[in-house]
């Protein structure tokens, strides 16, 4: 991965009438140390971000992005972004990425402990190279999260449905599947219900019918994974959020784990049981996911 640009915000309330935001931004030099050492985002992971994908200079799905974002600063009760000014940011770091693929990141943290504002910045880099994972497809175990299916409702400080800085159980979790031979998770409940991947939604095909579970399970509620299901349904086909029982990804005709930068992942096996990988609709799928999207 190779930095490619760095923009710190001053960040705006969310009822600023400022049109342009030019003024509150300041490009750094992504190499260079910015943050101070007090701030709570790497003392704590108390934060949210967004990952952007950008394909030749076009950031993908840019408002789908910033209103997640916003929608993990309410559940955070950190102060609601200004729309306009994080929309007018990735426009900045997508001039900057160039030809091929690319990743912006948003990250809002409660800033310095004790300090007047959260911080905020952009930035853009390389992405890493998902084409083998794309077309050969990854083996996932699954693994319990450990918690059962109304722990969001009965516990909103777990904050499972924000995107918060706090990913260091979902990394831990990508090492376990290592560790059991496959390449990728998916956390199931306590309770026995498919939930998403540490980065990634599950999207599984029944015949001609699309799933993915519902968010209120105290997930992410993915932009790659509305952004399919909107072009399967400009194609007439079904598609349904469930609550999905673990058995459901095992019986699955097809199966993938879709997110903004590695884009459609086919699913080949499930806790060594292998699945059949639909290498056409994969193809049309990233194929559709790497074009303009907005
Ligand atoms: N679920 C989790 C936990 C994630 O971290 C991600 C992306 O990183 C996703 C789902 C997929 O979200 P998106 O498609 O918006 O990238």
């Known amino acids: 991965m190779t930095w490619r640009f760095c923009l710190m915000l001053e960040p705006a309330a969310s009822d600023s009438p400022l049109t ?105 880099a390389t992405a890493p190279d998902n084409s083998r994972a794309r077309t050969e497809g990854v083996r996932v175990v699954t693994l319990d999260r450990g918690f059962d299916s109304g722990a969001p409702a009965r516990a909103p400080w777990l904050l499972l449905g924000a995107k918060t800085l706090s990913y260091a159980v979902n990394m831990a979790a990508i090492r376990e599947a290592r560790r059991r031979g496959a390449d990728d998770a998916i956390f199931v409940s306590s309770d026995g219900i498919a939930l998403e991947g540490p980065t990634s939604s599950v999207i599984l095909r029944h015949g001609d019918r699309f799933t993915t579970p519902a968010p209120g399970a105290g997930i992410l509620h993915g932009t790659t994974q509305l952004s399919v299901f909107a072009h399967l349904e400009a194609q007439g086909l079904e598609t349904a959020y469930e609550q999905l029982p673990v058995d459901a990804l095992r019986t699955a005709d097809a199966a993938w784990l879709v997110s903004s930068v ?29 074009s303009p999207r907005n």
């Open 262 to 290: 590695r884009l459609a992942a086919p699913v080949t096996a499930v806790d060594g049981l292998e699945l059949a990988v639909d290498r056409e609709l994969t193809a049309s799928l990233n194929r559709y996911l790497l």
């Open 20 to 124: 342009d935001f030019s003024a509150t931004f300041t490009v750094v030099d992504p190499a260079a140390p910015a943050l101070s050492v007090g701030e709570l985002s790497t003392q704590r992971g108390d934060g949210i971000f967004e990952s952007i994908g950008v394909v030749d200079g076009h950031a993908q799905e840019v408002a789908a992005h910033v209103e997640r974002l916003a929608h993990s600063a309410r559940l955070c009760d950190l102060p609601a972004p200004h729309l306009g000014q994080w929309h007018q940011a990735v426009q900045r770091a997508a001039a900057e990425c160039g030809p091929g693929e690319a990743v912006i990141k948003l990250i809002l943290s409660r800033g310095v402990e004790h300090g007047p504002a959260p911080t905020a910045w952009v930035t853009a």
